[in-house]
């Protein structure tokens, strides 16, 4: 088991109740462990929430985590993953002065390239999006500081596994 | 009950009746076989309070003198009884009194179900008068909790809640309830709780782990076991003990097991941890099998990890998957209900003994003798000792009693000395160590077990933590006997000033009042013994008597509990003096 800390991410499957949030954000808490990203959101299943959880830890941690997040009488089901058994996008926000989109050609070729989109313009200010990985939104935003940027704002990371998550399988046993 | 509400469901057998919230919740505690609680009123839960009223000859409610001690009844009355123990309280200073005893029943995993009144839901979130949020503040402290804000989720939320105080592992849960929703009339009808989507309470037994961990017991030439409460909480004790017989296995306890086989069976070595027994906490990094049932390797026990039975191979039955190698890595870990997995290994294992092995555990406390228990028990030096009085309770009750302890010196003492006959006769605040725990926890072991004799036995610290616990006592005629070792210190802080701090008594002095005035005050018969001569009819008058006693028992002021694990040190550092 490897003893180095890297980014794992933690998913998990819960009942869709008040509550859990503060259930879990207490584990990593407990433990002094700062939270990278969270995003929660509807899951495969039906009345299932899930929770999508980075953190920077040592593979032994990451395990005791998990026992204790299943270990809540709410959760499912959680899993961890390191970044190559998982496929991620997180999304980000610019806005940015609309004189610059007209001043600055560059900016429409980092659109481009970074294959950005600009989702709306108006007098004042125009708003570009971009999900991908990590780097590639971190790539992005150094591009645009540059020419100053008004707001910049990340989601959570969003992440599917490559190898199947047995869940469905889990629940529909527990129906049976 | 107004027949008139009455409604007849036609297509089930069972009626709906139109009741109001607060009525609900006492059918819910009926319908769970709840037949006392513990509690204290106020404005958020008057209408449930209203509806005890009615309801007075099914369902006791003892009102404590503070909402601490409710809590802790309800653990006592658990603790000894393995039911649910419920205790009641209204919304904001009510609530967060609860949590004290809440934390200590999560960590020492005692079923309870907490019941709290909590202000009108349109006044919720608004800084309202006695508005807290204890479902937040809770939260960490709980197995599960939840805000009911409608009558109609009352019934459910009251059967999820007992099903998973009981159920698996045990532990506290609260339900915290709107007063709009206890005035609400809505359709009653119960249905108790059979399981919850999200929650597997008992792991499924893996035989082919329980035949590797047989395997290697067998194979073991000095194994040892460890036990803990799960053997307790399994109601595993009669295959516990199968197989330690069977097996020949020396076996040691925590505190929160002591009694689970008693403690004079020849193959009982002691108790492990910081003031364990010498031979069971120096031979942990002797044996070469450590079996560890229903117990966490919790750091009292265990002291420095680096160091814990680093040459054995390990054996882990729990039914807590969190438990696995959280503190201690596992070679074989059985995960499952301790009565069926007990059971399953038993047949697997081979009749055994290890004379020699037993023979160092044997030596080991003969040298504990000479140094620490001979002066105990025996004490040629003026000024009474602790365990002397633990040595008179057990020759009086037989080593039969029920023995509930506060926190500190005395705690160790007793746990110690006392002689445990039966199981669930040591009720004590292991995990969170929560003085002010003894006296409400004995009246609540008392009220589950009438027919047994039980002694709480505290600190002068502790004592006054809770002593006014004394009015409930009182009140309800509560027959618990009371003693108090009183060495006007707070003894187990002071004892670690002296051995680690210079001396340096930092507020641990204390001047004590007229206790046996107090306990006269409250009508409670009591007595006070300052000389060894006066001992042993003091006991024999406190056994004797009908009805609640208390005992003062002036000890020697500067006594150490011994053996001892310093902090951080090895369990083979293990001190004698
Ligand atoms: C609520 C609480 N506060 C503080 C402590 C820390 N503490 C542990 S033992 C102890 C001293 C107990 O003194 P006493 O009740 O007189 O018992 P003794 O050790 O003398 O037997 C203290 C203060 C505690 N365990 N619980």
């Known amino acids: 088991m490897s003893a180095e800390k890297q980014l794992y991410t933690v998913s998990v499957y819960t009942e869709n109740n008040i509550g859990l949030l503060n259930r879990i954000s207490a584990i990593f808490q ?75 050609r560059q900016i429409q070729n980092i659109i481009k390239e970074s294959n950005a989109r600009i989702v709306t313009v108006n007098r004042e200010f125009f708003v570009i999006e971009k999900s991908g990985r990590k780097e590639e939104i971190e790539l992005l935003h150094r591009e645009l500081t540059v020419f100053g940027i008004m707001q910049f704002t990340r989601s959570g990371r969003i992440a599917v596994s490559k190898e199947e998550m047995k869940i469905s399988t889990m629940l529909e046993a527990f129906q049976a | 009950m107004d027949t ?49 009223y009615k309801y007075q000859d099914k369902i006791h409610h003892v009102l404590t003198r503070h909402e601490q001690g409710a809590t802790h009844s309800a653990q006592g009355y658990a603790r000894i009884s393995g039911k649910v123990g419920v205790a009641i309280a209204t919304s904001g200073p009510g609530a967060t009194n609860l949590i004290t005893g809440i934390a200590d029943a999560q960590i020492d995993s005692t079923p309870m179900v907490c019941i709290t009144g909590q202000v009108a839901s349109h006044l919720l979130g608004s800084d ?121 296995i020396p076996s040691a306890w925590t505190i929160l097991g002591a009694g689970a086989i008693p403690t004079t069976h020849p193959l009982n070595i002691g108790m492990v941890g910081m003031h364990g027994n010498y031979a069971p906490n120096v031979l942990t990094n002797d044996c070469d099998v450590l079996i560890a049932i229903g117990m966490r390797f919790d750091d009292r026990v265990t002291g420095s990890l680096s160091t814990y039975a680093k040459q054995a191979k390990v054996i882990h039955f729990d039914i807590d998957p969190a438990e696995i190698d959280k503190n201690v890595k596992t070679d074989v870990a059985v995960l499952g209900d301790s009565k069926e997995s007990l059971a399953a290994l038993l047949p697997l294992l081979e009749e055994k003994t290890y004379p020699e092995w037993h023979q160092k555990f044997k030596d080991l406390y003969a040298i504990e003798y000479e140094k620490v228990i001979k002066h105990d028990l025996h004490p040629t030096k003026e000024g009474l000792t602790m365990a002397e009085v633990l040595k008179e309770i057990n020759i009086q009750t037989k080593g039969d009693a029920a023995i509930v302890t506060d926190v500190g010196q005395h705690q160790m003492i007793a746990c110690r000395y006392a002689n445990f006959n039966k199981t669930r006769s040591n009720i004590t605040s292991g995990g969170l160590g929560t003085m002010g725990f003894g006296l409400p926890a004995a009246i609540g072991a008392k009220m589950a077990a009438p027919d047994r004799e039980v002694i709480s036995i505290s600190g002068d610290g502790g004592y006054q933590m809770t002593i006014q616990e004394l009015g409930t006592i009182f009140q309800q005629k509560t027959g618990v006997k009371i003693v108090v070792l009183n060495n006007e210190f707070l003894g187990m802080v002071r004892q670690w000033q002296e051995l680690f701090f210079d001396r340096r008594y930092a507020s641990t002095e204390m001047t004590n009042p007229d206790f046996v005035a107090i306990a006269k005050g409250y009508f409670i018969e009591a007595q006070k013994v300052t000389k060894r001569e006066e001992l042993k009819d003091a006991v024999a008058k406190m056994i004797n008597t009908d009805g609640p006693y208390f005992l003062e028992v002036c000890v020697e002021k500067e006594g150490k509990v011994f053996p001892m694990i310093p902090t951080g040190a090895s369990v083979s550092e293990v001190r004698l003096e």
């Open chain 2, 4 to 52: 008139k509400t009455i409604k007849k469901e036609t297509n089930t057998t069972q009626t709906t009746e139109r009741i109001s919230g607060s009525e609900a919740v006492i059918r819910c505690l009926l319908a769970e076989g709840v037949d006392i609680l513990y509690g204290y009123p106020g404005g958020a839960i008057m209408p449930v309070y209203d509806e005890l």
């Open chain 2, 128 to 248: 309202a008068f006695q508005e807290t949020d204890i479902v937040g503040i809770s939260t960490p402290v709980t197995k599960w909790n939840c805000q009911v804000t409608k009558a109609s989720q009352i019934p459910e939320a009251m059967a999820k809640a007992f099903y998973i105080a009981r159920s698996g592992r045990p532990g506290p849960v609260l339900v915290d309830i709107t007063k709009d929703a206890q005035f609400e009339e809505f359709d009653f009808k119960y249905e108790k709780c059979k399981g919850v989507r999200s929650y597997i309470p008992i792991p499924k037994l893996d035989q082919t782990l329980v035949e590797a961990a047989a395997k290697l017991i067998n194979a073991a030439k000095k194994p040892m076991i460890v036990w803990g409460q799960g053997v307790i909480l399994g109601e595993a004790e009669a295959e516990f003990k199968a197989v330690v017989e069977k097996a020949g």
């Open chain 1, 30 to 104: 407990r433990r002094h462990i700062n939270i990278e990203s969270l995003n929660t959101s509807p899951s495969e299943i039906e009345s299932v929430s899930r929770f999508t959880i980075v953190i920077n830890m040592t593979e032994d941690n990451v395990k005791k985590i998990i026992g204790q997040i299943e270990k809540q009488v709410e959760v499912i089901k959680a899993y961890y993953h390191t970044e190559d058994e998982i496929i991620y996008q997180e999304s980000c926000i610019f806005k940015m002065r609309s004189t610059l989109l007209f001043d600055e």
